[in-house]
């Protein structure tokens, strides 16, 4: 599965967006480091603080099949009904999901417009210093 494969994966996923509240769609897609890749969309609700976000969605996805072992994921996000015209960065939440499943130096962040213009982070440079199961003598 190449990056850009990812990238796909992710603009695919970002179709499914539920967002009749902001209008912005995002999709995701999750590398496992089987080679499976769980891809996730932004799911909003009335009551707003139930909505979840795609990387939340592909995490979760993940998780609740077995898999806890990942190695990137990509995201892509705009204005729904269009393409992607910038990067969307993984919010603060989705961030600290990652810290809890994920190496932060060697788990990869692709923030993409499209398969090719997209920037790759580590999740150590997106959330530095942070708090995971090891705080907690996990
Ligand atoms: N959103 C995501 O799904 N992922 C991100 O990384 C940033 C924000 C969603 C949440 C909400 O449905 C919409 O985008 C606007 O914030």
Do not use: H, W
Not at 29 to 53: H, M, Q, W
Not at 67 to 82: E, L, P, Q
């Amino acid at each position: 599965m190449t990056d850009k494969e990812l990238i796909e994966a992710a603009l695919d996923a970002r179709q499914m967006a539920y967002t009749p509240y902001s209008g912005f769609a995002v999709g995701a897609a999750l590398l496992a480091k089987d080679g499976r890749v769980y891809t996730g969309c932004n799911i909003e609700n009335a009551g707003f603080t139930p909505s979840n976000c795609a990387e939340r969605t592909a995490i979760f996805k993940a998780v609740s099949e077995g898999n806890k072992d990942f190695a990137k994921i990509a995201i892509v996000g705009g204005k729904a009904g269009s393409e992607p015209d910038s990067m969307t960065p993984p919010c603060g939440v989705c961030r600290q999901v990652m810290r809890e499943f994920c190496d932060p130096d060697s788990f990869e962040i692709i923030a993409a417009i499209s398969v090719d213009d997209y920037v790759t982070y580590t999740l150590e440079q997106l959330l530095p210093e942070g708090f995971g199961p090891s705080n907690l003598g996990k």
